[in-house]
């Protein structure tokens, strides 16, 4: 039987098979964002709630309970996620809500946060009796996309968990959860693949200039091989040919082209970018964006390493508020601005 996980997953199925005599109410599985984290979760729920599981723990895929699953109508499996995902279709790794129904448009745009009302809603499903007295399961990503409320509510929850109930929770980032609702889960962490093996799915995936893909994507083969899907290299490069060759006017028109880019992602691609320079200056190394060495070479040569620091720590802080910037071309005007300043002399 194919297993029906990533490659790079099989070791860390194993640990958690370890797990099964004793399994604990609540697991956070954790790592770098892009790895398949979710899928992995779900293939744990599926596995619990499979009537015939097989010998090295997955689901059988045959059974009433998998069919259901496969269909996300099992009676006994809740997925909790921000309405952003429900409308998109997708998670980490994508895939169908199964029931067939498309969300039409609306004036108001779907929320990024998990909100209270979706842990409410748990309250009924989890005071109904199991179908066949078995398991029921919660599949709940990102973590960190809870709002304070949602995630007071989910807390009280996980204080005082009902029978038979298993939440799963995936996160890309711990620290961006209350420390209280770390201390109630069983935190599993899922580490990014080894470069070869990384590269080799890629490749069996029919991914071109795979390598570049997954140096820009810091290692993660599935955020690699969901952008090569896209037009992003272009973007990406628009911006990075500005960060190459840093101006105030040039920061100015950058902004205006890409205002409608994710702001998320360009201070992503920005503190790579500034990682390399930083580590070209002390090490000689480069790790995100290889086809950009003679650009870095000189910004690394020019750059001081103080300010470099401060820039970094400037754009982690960022990062934090870049899922709202109340103006994107005047966020990222000032982004770029600043970072220009770096090479002014």
């Known amino acids: 039987m194919t297993s029906p996980l990533y490659?790079?997953?099989?070791?860390?199925w194993q640990q958690l098979q370890q797990l099964r005599e004793r399994?604990?109410?609540?697991?956070?599985?954790?790592?770098?964002?892009g790895i398949g984290k979710t899928a992995f979760a779900e293939q744990v729920a599926q596995s619990a709630l499979c009537q015939a599981p097989v010998a090295d723990g997955h689901a059988c895929g045959l059974c009433e309970s998998c069919n259901w699953f496969s269909q996300y109508n099992h009676p006994d499996y809740r997925r909790v996620r921000?309405?952003?995902?429900?409308?998109?279709?997708?998670?980490?790794?994508?895939?169908?809500?199964?029931?067939g129904k498309k969300a039409g448009k609306s004036?108001?745009?779907?929320?990024?946060?998990?909100?209270?009302?979706?842990?409410?809603?748990?309250?009924?499903?989890?005071?109904?009796?199991?179908?066949?007295?078995?398991?029921?399961?919660?599949?709940l990503y990102p973590a960190e996309a809870l709002n304070t409320a949602a995630a007071?509510?989910?807390?009280?929850?996980?204080e005082e968990p009902p029978p038979d109930t298993l939440f799963l929770l995936v996160s890309n980032g711990l620290d961006r959860l209350l420390p209280t609702i770390l201390?109630?889960?069983?935190?599993?962490?899922?580490?990014?693949?080894?470069?070869?093996?990384?590269?080799?799915w890629l490749q069996q995936q029919g991914i071109k200039d795979a390598d570049a893909w997954l140096a820009e994507q810091g290692g993660a083969p599935l955020a690699a091989f969901s952008l090569a899907q896209t037009d992003a290299r272009d973007i990406m490069d628009d911006f990075l040919r500005q960060l190459a060759r840093p101006s105030a006017e040039?920061?100015?028109?950058?902004?205006?082209?890409?205002?409608?880019?994710?702001?998320?992602?360009?201070?992503?691609?920005?503190?790579?970018?500034?990682?390399?320079?930083?580590?070209?200056?002390?090490?000689?190394?480069?790790?995100y964006y290889p086809r950009y060495r003679k650009e870095l070479e000189a910004l690394a040569e020019q750059a001081d390493p103080g300010q470099l620091l401060r820039a970094l720590?400037?754009?982690?802080?960022?990062?934090?508020?870049?899922?709202?910037?109340?103006?994107?071309?005047?966020?990222?005007?000032?982004?770029l601005l600043e970072y220009s300043t770096l090479f002014s002399s």
Not at 152 to 158: D, E, G, H, I
Not at 183 to 200: H, I, N, T, V, Y
Not at 260 to 286: C, E, H, N
Request: aromatic letters at 6%; hydrophobic letters at 40%; one cysteine or more.
């Open 7 to 12: 490659p790079w997953q099989n070791t860390a």
């Open 250 to 287: 040039g920061a100015l028109k950058t902004a205006e082209r890409l205002q409608k880019t994710p702001v998320v992602d360009l201070v992503a691609w920005m503190q790579r970018w500034l990682y390399d320079v930083f580590s070209l200056k002390f090490s000689g190394r480069i790790r």
């Open 183 to 200: 201390s109630r889960c069983r935190k599993f962490a899922l580490a990014m693949p080894g470069q070869d093996e990384a590269l080799s």
């Open 152 to 158: 007071n509510a989910l807390l009280k929850t996980l």
């Open 82 to 99: 921000p309405e952003i995902l429900e409308e998109d279709g997708g998670g980490e790794e994508g895939g169908e809500e199964g029931d």
């Open 107 to 139: 004036a108001k745009a779907p929320s990024k946060e998990i909100k209270i009302d979706q842990i409410r809603a748990l309250a009924d499903f989890m005071n109904i009796s199991t179908h066949r007295q078995g398991m029921r399961v919660i599949v």
């Open 313 to 335: 720590k400037a754009l982690n802080e960022r990062r934090a508020i870049a899922e709202h910037p109340l103006s994107a071309r005047l966020f990222i005007e000032d982004m």
């Open 23 to 33: 399994l604990p109410h609540a697991i956070l599985f954790h790592g770098p964002e």
